[in-house]
């Protein structure tokens, strides 16, 4: 069964820090895989995923994640964090079904950052 | 575009008291999804619809019951609310298929006290 693992559920940085957040993956099948940012009193929003069409994504405000088969991970970074950057992040496995789309979310792992 | 709309935004019950949380989207989506958020947890699925006239159950359904009412609504009705249901509720709705690389996109949720 598909599965996702955060390290971390909450991770400090300092402005302008390197943003890293890691993901690991179970997955029996070559996975999709997401990562979403959920800023305060706010929905999930798409950050980026990948989708086996390169294995370095790169997303919305900076984020890029490397998928690394070989560790099943899909760790989430960012070079310099930003103030504006504290959220709770979450990373998500697509689960391959034949009639619908259903993604399993981690745990989160907020993010703080400290100026 | 609304996006995803989400009906109330707060809500608090007594334990028995029942209620619907409404949830509508105006992007033409196939899917819908009832998400709930506890701390630590992600966001577990309770239900989805994969297309108009079609609901599943998901990871945690006991005590809920869902309606696809249109393309556009999905509703979630508590019959007898619980205190274990205090969480966040999540609607959210993708384009759908058996493609499963979709995004899925998120309302901004219904915070639920059950007391």
């Known amino acids: 069964a598909q599965s996702v693992t955060q390290l971390g559920s909450h991770v400090s940085v300092s402005e302008g820090a390197l943003v890293l957040l890691r993901c690991n993956y179970s997955s029996s099948v070559p996975p999709y895989l997401f990562w979403y940012v959920q800023y305060p009193n706010q929905g999930l929003q798409l950050l980026l995923k990948?989708?086996?069409?390169?294995?370095l994504v790169k997303g919305i405000n900076g984020f890029e994640a490397e998928f690394k088969k070989s560790e099943t991970s899909f760790h989430l970074t960012k070079p310099s964090a930003h103030m504006s950057d504290a959220a709770e992040y979450f990373c998500?496995?697509?689960?391959?079904?034949?009639?619908?789309?259903?993604?399993?979310f981690g745990p989160g792992t907020s993010l703080s950052v400290i100026p | 575009n609304a996006g995803v709309t989400q009906t109330p935004k707060f809500q608090v019950l007594k334990t028995g008291q029942s209620m619907t949380l409404q949830c509508a989207q105006d992007m033409n989506h196939n899917s819908m999804y009832w998400y709930r958020q506890d701390p630590g947890m992600g966001l577990r699925l309770i239900y989805y619809?994969?297309?108009?006239?079609?609901?599943d159950k998901g990871e945690v359904p006991n005590g809920y019951n869902v309606s696809r009412l249109n393309k556009r609504e999905f509703s979630l009705r508590l019959e007898s609310a619980a205190p274990s249901q205090t969480s966040v509720y999540f609607c959210?709705?993708?384009?759908?298929?058996?493609?499963?690389?979709?995004?899925?996109?998120f309302g901004p949720g219904t915070r639920l006290t059950v007391t």
């Open positions: 959210a709705s993708s384009e759908g298929g058996a493609v499963v690389f979709y995004e899925q996109y």
């Open positions: 619809s994969a297309s108009e006239g079609t609901t």
């Open positions: 990948y989708t086996s069409a390169a294995t």
């Open positions: 998500a496995v697509s689960v391959v079904k034949t009639s619908y789309d259903k993604v399993i």
